[in-house]
């Protein structure tokens, strides 16, 4: 079949696709901004498998029509973030939940539901949503976000305007075997402001989130966040970001399980002397597939981008790191690290990377690896020989090879807690057996 | 304390036998050492005993405390109180000397049914032990042997030993790499753990490290068996003679 062909069909099935579908109804600004995105989205169409972005991860499922129904898994423990004092937004399916949430409202912080701001005749938004997914189309194309600013249903836009002291947790609840969610998220971090994120659980059988972060100069963005324990769950996410100067952007997320996520993160560093961190620990046992697609572009001088990225997988789990760093031209004395790390413990398991650097500029040091590799016999050995059983010593093994993931997370207590749920994860892979 | 008797060992790859009967018996509180050229089998009896892949048994037994060790896991090995220093310390990122230690301490303490050390009680142990080995506070923070220098990681090994209080404790060549102020540290680091107890199988080239550690037995070993055993003046011929004398003694009796 020919190129125009096969673009055709793919137009035509992303036509059927969003025709039953209707635009959620707001101010006009914010129609008109979500008509845009419709308009973009019926002009580059839906991904498919056959699309270069989407080679290793089929995208079917997370657009076919009605969502795969997952199992709403019950855990045993107290959810994640629990211990942290917090404000507390909670979802459930993907619609907020005002009951079990508590008062949008903090000091040095203005919150607001995103229908309501897309409701108001005049808010700060109009130049927000979906600005950076719209951006961040070029040179790779990102459909599945624009769909998502086209139809998201429910959200929060915050804006930080000094220290916010309470980290923001956006909780997400899953209780209907079929939910299909789209949230979309607004964050701006006004100049000198310092603002925490946290996102956890499965929010849904399918979920689609975006959210678009903008770090103005000397601003501080800490993002941490768990995606839930479902195992049937299946969630695409994007995580779009600018950095103003002397600016801090650093995000870090730890997946445990799922049958598919596809957690996508596209970061603008746009002011001199800034550094944007992005940092991931998965681990998956069975039937899992766990990609992350990050792309970093330097577009100031003196600053530094890091990617670490881990993987554990077992039991025929998947994982797939596509990673980018662009530095521009002019961008010099840019530091750029990147890293991509695989440990399977089994011969059944894959990992999948792809590591690229795109350099325009002659005086940076950019630095990235990919391994992929088993447990250290040598190291094994050794724990062993000093009379640590074979199975904590893997144990052991297995968290020293995520550290340098957890290492990302700023906050000594929030990283303990995702340590705590790393370590009760490898306690009942081992119970499994 | 250790008794090894008619060990044939073969790499289990290559099929190829490296120990070829090797007998010896040390009692408590003994130091022997073993010395011999490149390839005797000197190291694979050190990593037989600690129970490392790759070896194959096809005959003999080694008996600790009369215990046959030979079908324990490593960790097993290690809890009835067999330590081996390593030749080649390896190294683990991610995973502090500090973390590593307690583990290991623990692990051990568990395996006997003692209760763990508690997380006072044990900084309070590791600094003691650290400070007269001239370990440093930087050190046990740092991942285990990663950035350590040849020395610093023979030190550790015998920090590990300090706090594992093993029965039998085994030196891989613990002298290679060693400047002659860090031979003399852990050889005192190795001295002090000498209670009229504790066994030591000293695995080494040179005499000079002898000259520190002294030992009431010596043992030549090549070709996969020990073929003289005699006092510490034996470690002085190999000093002076070399082995080819040696061998060609051995070979012509």
Same mark, same amino acid.
């Given at each position: 079949m020919?190129?125009?062909?096969?673009k055709q069909?793919?137009l035509?099935t #992303?036509?059927?696709? /969003?025709?039953a579908?209707?635009?959620p109804t707001g101010?006009p600004?914010?129609?008109?901004l979500?008509?845009?995105?419709l308009?973009?989205? $019926?002009?580059m169409?839906l991904?498919q +498998?056959?699309d270069?972005?989407w080679?290793?991860?089929?995208?079917?499922s997370l657009?076919?029509? #009605?969502?795969?129904?997952?199992?709403?898994f019950?855990? !045993?423990e107290?959810? %994640?973030?629990?211990?942290?004092?917090?404000l *507390? $937004?909670?979802?459930?399916d993907g619609v907020?939940?005002?009951?079990?949430?508590?008062?949008?409202?903090g000091?040095?912080?203005?919150?607001?539901?995103?229908?309501?701001?897309l409701s108001?005749?005049?808010?700060?938004?109009?130049d927000?949503y979906?600005?950076?997914? *719209? *951006?961040?189309q070029?040179p790779?194309e990102?459909p599945?976000?624009t769909?998502? #600013?086209a139809?998201?249903?429910?959200?929060v836009v915050?804006?930080?305007t000094?220290?916010v002291?309470?980290p923001?947790?956006?909780?997400y609840?899953?209780q209907?075997?079929s939910s299909?969610?789209?949230l979309?998220?607004?964050?701006? %971090?006004?100049?000198?402001?310092? $603002?925490?994120?946290l996102?956890?659980?499965?929010?849904?059988?399918?979920?689609?989130k975006?959210? !678009?972060?903008?770090?103005?100069?000397?601003?501080a963005?800490h993002?941490?966040r768990?995606q839930?324990?479902?195992?049937?769950?299946?969630?695409?996410?994007?995580?779009?970001?600018?950095?103003?100067?002397?600016?801090?952007?650093k995000?870090?997320t730890m #997946?445990a399980n799922?049958?598919l996520?596809?957690?996508e993160v596209v970061?603008d560093?746009m002011?001199?002397?800034?550094?944007?961190h992005v940092a991931?620990a998965?681990? +998956?046992? +069975?039937d899992?597939?766990?990609d992350?697609?990050?792309?970093i572009t330097?577009d100031?001088?003196?600053?530094?981008?890091r990617q670490?990225f881990k993987?554990?997988?077992?039991?025929?789990?998947?994982?797939?790191f596509?990673?980018?760093? $662009?530095? *521009?031209?002019?961008a010099?004395?840019?530091?750029?690290?990147?890293?991509?790390?695989?440990?399977?413990l089994?011969?059944d398991?894959q990992?999948?990377a792809?590591p690229?650097?795109?350099?325009?500029?002659?005086?940076?040091?950019?630095?990235?690896g990919s391994? /992929?590799?088993?447990?250290?016999?040598e190291?094994l050995?050794?724990?062993?020989s000093r009379?640590?059983?074979?199975?904590d010593a893997t144990?052991?093994?297995t968290?020293?090879?995520?550290a340098?993931a957890?290492?990302?997370?700023?906050?000594?207590e929030?990283a303990e807690d995702i340590?705590?749920?790393l370590?009760g994860w490898?306690?009942?892979?081992?119970?499994?057996g | 304390?250790?008794?090894?008797?008619?060990?044939?060992?073969?790499l289990?790859?290559?099929g190829?036998?490296?120990l070829?009967g090797?007998?010896?018996k040390?009692?408590?509180?003994?130091?022997h050492?073993?010395?011999?050229?490149?390839?005797?089998g000197?190291s694979?009896t050190?990593?037989?005993?600690?129970?490392r892949d790759?070896?194959e048994?096809?005959?003999?037994e080694?008996?600790?405390?009369?215990?046959?060790?030979?079908?324990?896991?490593?960790e097993?090995r290690?809890?009835a109180g067999l330590?081996?220093?390593?030749?080649?310390?390896?190294?683990?990122p991610?995973?502090?000397n500090?973390?590593?230690?307690?583990?290991?301490?623990?692990?051990?303490?568990?395996?006997?049914g003692e209760e763990e050390?508690?997380a006072?009680?044990?900084?309070?142990l590791v600094r003691?032990k650290?400070?007269?080995l001239k370990?440093?506070?930087?050190?046990l923070?740092r991942p285990?042997?990663?950035?350590?220098?040849?020395g610093e990681?023979?030190?550790n090994?015998?920090?590990?030993m300090?706090?594992?209080e093993p029965k039998?404790?085994?030196?891989d060549?613990?002298d290679?790499?060693?400047d002659?102020?860090?031979?003399?540290?852990?050889s005192?680091g190795?001295?002090?753990l000498r209670?009229?107890?504790?066994?030591?199988v000293v695995?080494?080239?040179?005499?000079?490290?002898?000259d520190h550690?002294k030992p009431?037995?010596?043992?030549?070993?090549?070709?996969g068996?020990?073929?003289?055993t005699?006092?510490?003046?034996?470690?002085?011929?190999?000093e002076?003679n070399?082995?080819?004398?040696?061998l060609a003694?051995?070979?012509?009796a």
């Amino acid at each position: 079949m020919k190129r125009a062909e096969l673009k055709q069909r793919k137009l035509d099935t #992303t036509a059927t696709r /969003v025709d039953a579908m209707s635009l959620p109804t707001g101010a006009p600004w914010a129609e008109a901004l979500r008509q845009d995105a419709l308009t973009r989205l $019926l002009a580059m169409g839906l991904p498919q +498998g056959r699309d270069e972005y989407w080679r290793w991860t089929r995208p079917d499922s997370l657009i076919a029509e #009605t969502p795969t129904p997952a199992e709403v898994f019950v855990a !045993e423990e107290a959810p %994640v973030f629990s211990g942290i004092d917090r404000l *507390k $937004l909670v979802f459930v399916d993907g619609v907020f939940d005002a009951e079990a949430s508590d008062a949008l409202e903090g000091e040095n912080l203005e919150i607001m539901r995103l229908s309501d701001a897309l409701s108001a005749d005049i808010h700060w938004a109009k130049d927000a949503y979906g600005v950076q997914e *719209k *951006k961040a189309q070029d040179p790779v194309e990102r459909p599945l976000a624009t769909l998502n #600013t086209a139809f998201a249903t429910d959200g929060v836009v915050i804006r930080a305007t000094g220290k916010v002291a309470k980290p923001v947790s956006l909780v997400y609840l899953h209780q209907s075997e079929s939910s299909d969610a789209v949230l979309h998220h607004v964050v701006r %971090v006004e100049e000198g402001a310092d $603002l925490t994120v946290l996102e956890n659980g499965p929010a849904a059988a399918r979920f689609n989130k975006v959210m !678009e972060v903008e770090v103005s100069d000397k601003a501080a963005f800490h993002h941490v966040r768990a995606q839930g324990r479902d195992h049937e769950r299946r969630a695409v996410t994007h995580l779009f970001a600018t950095v103003g100067q002397e600016a801090s952007f650093k995000s870090f997320t730890m #997946t445990a399980n799922g049958v598919l996520t596809r957690n996508e993160v596209v970061i603008d560093i746009m002011g001199d002397d800034s550094i944007a961190h992005v940092a991931g620990a998965a681990m +998956g046992d +069975g039937d899992f597939h766990h990609d992350d697609t990050v792309f970093i572009t330097h577009d100031a001088e003196r600053c530094e981008s890091r990617q670490v990225f881990k993987k554990v997988l077992r039991n025929g789990a998947k994982g797939i790191f596509q990673g980018k760093i $662009l530095v *521009k031209p002019g961008a010099q004395k840019t530091d750029g690290y990147q890293i991509s790390q695989g440990l399977l413990l089994d011969d059944d398991s894959q990992f999948l990377a792809k590591p690229e650097l795109e350099i325009y500029a002659d005086d940076v040091a950019c630095s990235h690896g990919s391994t /992929v590799g088993a447990i250290d016999d040598e190291a094994l050995f050794y724990l062993r020989s000093r009379g640590v059983p074979a199975a904590d010593a893997t144990d052991l093994l297995t968290l020293a090879f995520l550290a340098e993931a957890i290492e990302e997370i700023e906050n000594p207590e929030i990283a303990e807690d995702i340590l705590h749920r790393l370590e009760g994860w490898l306690m009942r892979r081992r119970a499994a057996g | 304390m250790l008794e090894i008797k008619s060990l044939h060992v073969k790499l289990e790859e290559e099929g190829k036998q490296i120990l070829k009967g090797v007998d010896l018996k040390v009692g408590p509180g003994e130091v022997h050492a073993i010395m011999g050229p490149n390839g005797s089998g000197k190291s694979t009896t050190s990593y037989v005993l600690s129970g490392r892949d790759g070896y194959e048994v096809t005959e003999g037994e080694v008996l600790m405390d009369g215990q046959d060790i030979l079908e324990l896991e490593p960790e097993e090995r290690a809890a009835a109180g067999l330590f081996l220093a390593f030749q080649y310390p390896v190294e683990i990122p991610g995973v502090s000397n500090m973390t590593f230690l307690r583990t290991a301490v623990n692990a051990q303490r568990k395996a006997r049914g003692e209760e763990e050390l508690s997380a006072t009680d044990f900084l309070k142990l590791v600094r003691e032990k650290a400070k007269s080995l001239k370990i440093d506070a930087d050190m046990l923070k740092r991942p285990v042997n990663m950035g350590f220098s040849g020395g610093e990681k023979k030190r550790n090994e015998i920090l590990q030993m300090a706090m594992l209080e093993p029965k039998l404790c085994i030196l891989d060549e613990t002298d290679s790499g060693l400047d002659v102020d860090a031979m003399k540290l852990v050889s005192e680091g190795v001295n002090a753990l000498r209670d009229g107890k504790r066994s030591f199988v000293v695995i080494t080239h040179y005499q000079r490290l002898l000259d520190h550690i002294k030992p009431d037995v010596v043992h030549i070993m090549s070709n996969g068996r020990i073929i003289k055993t005699g006092g510490p003046e034996l470690a002085l011929e190999v000093e002076h003679n070399g082995y080819a004398d040696l061998l060609a003694e051995v070979e012509n009796a």
